[in-house]
């Protein structure tokens, strides 16, 4: 019996200090985000003329639970489970979003899972339409890859990435710095194809600044690295902010490199619950010997496009906003881009437009 006791008091002195360093409860949240939208592409990949479309479009919606444990000397155990949800549809992936398991610690954030690249959260921020129909994924990163591997899209800058190490560096003055691995899981005899991304961040007070780079070991063929590299800033003057991003993507193809520089403005005014948004990228022309197509990106003259959206919103609360815009992507006679999300099929040289009206709710 003094045993059993004993045994008893032993386990409670194991397990009671480590219950009660559980601070946080788990948090539910998420977003819903739907747009009725009027939009045409001039013309599909056949060279056919396409009609206008009446459409709903998700936004990325999202469903997530995430919390934090902390289990002593400074550190924190991190974990978030973030599901895709369409309201459009009632279809969703589990997990398909940020989602991971990690450490917090005075010396940064490590961690692993499916999550974006630091490439891309740089200046997602910088973008008022992001990430809906209009985003500026449709020219800046070279399409959009809301959850891939090494091998399921070799295309996209603008990405979250399965299977990726993260490490974020304590901030410093304003100053941060985070880098990501994405492991070669689908390595074969001839190719080992990986991902490494990482981005310096200032941010204090009105400014923020950054400079981004990625590399992709692999992609388009053994052998072969294409990289990109970005700059970003913004200020916010009262009501308004401005930003932009200056990007130049290199890609190493089986017939040749192939090069792109894109750029994009933006700004936002908001007057209490009322808001003014603008928004314009443009990619110039494709540059290099390749003769192959990477996403929208093509070598020669006429390749470049330029997308304007201007829209307003209102915000009926902290958490539910209204909102209109409309965008037009003008393709150059060899261009061929199309909205990154929610795209049309559009050809080379067509032009493509929407209008949109939208309801977002976060909770």
């Known amino acids: 019996m003094m045993m059993h006791r004993a045994v008893a008091l032993g386990l409670a002195a194991v397990v009671l200090p480590a219950a009660a360093q559980t601070t946080d409860s788990v948090q539910i949240y998420g977003r819903l985000n739907i747009t009725a939208e009027s939009v045409r592409a001039s013309r599909d990949s056949a060279g056919e003329s396409v009609g206008r479309l ?43 979003r940020d989602t991971r398991l990690g450490l917090a610690a005075p010396w940064g954030t490590l961690f692993a899972g499916n999550w974006t690249t630091p490439y891309t959260s740089a200046t997602q921020g910088l973008d008022p339409f992001y990430p809906t129909t209009a985003g500026y994924m449709s020219i800046m990163g070279n399409g959009s890859a809301p959850s891939s591997d090494n091998v399921l899209d070799t295309s996209s800058f603008d990405r979250r990435q399965r299977n990726s190490i993260h490490y974020w560096t304590p901030e410093w003055n304003g100053v941060s710095v985070r880098v990501a691995h994405g492991l070669a899981e689908e390595k074969t005899a001839v190719r080992k194809p990986s ?25 388009q063929g053994a052998g072969l690295t294409d990289t990109g590299h970005k700059i970003g800033a913004a200020y916010r003057f009262g009501p308004v902010r401005v930003g932009g991003a200056v990007e130049r993507l290199r890609y190493q193809t089986s017939s040749g490199p192939l090069e792109r520089t894109a750029y994009y403005l933006s700004a936002s005014y908001q007057a209490g619950a009322h808001g003014v948004r603008l928004g314009v990228a443009r990619a110039n022309d494709g540059k290099g010997s390749s003769i192959e197509q990477v996403g929208p990106l093509r070598s020669g003259s006429d390749t470049g496009a330029t997308h304007l959206t201007i829209g ?40 493509v437009d929407g209008i949109a009206i939208g309801l977002r709710h976060a909770f």
């Not at 981005?199 to 780079?213: D, M, N, R």
């Open 54 to 96: 009446n459409r709903l479009a998700n936004n990325r919606s999202v469903l997530g639970f995430r919390g934090a444990e902390v289990i002593g000397g400074g550190y924190q155990a991190l974990w978030q489970i973030e599901s895709a949800v369409s309201v459009d549809t009632g279809t969703g992936s589990f997990a398909g």
């Open 195 to 219: 991902l490494t991304s990482l981005a310096a961040i200032y941010e204090k007070g009105p400014l923020y600044l950054t400079y981004a780079h990625e590399r992709h070991e692999d992609y």
């Open 312 to 351: 307003y919103d209102y915000a009926f609360s902290k958490r539910t906003t209204f909102y209109t815009y409309a965008s037009r992507i003008d393709n150059e006679r060899n261009g061929n881009y199309d909205f990154a999300i929610n795209e049309l099929g559009a050809g080379r040289g067509a032009t």
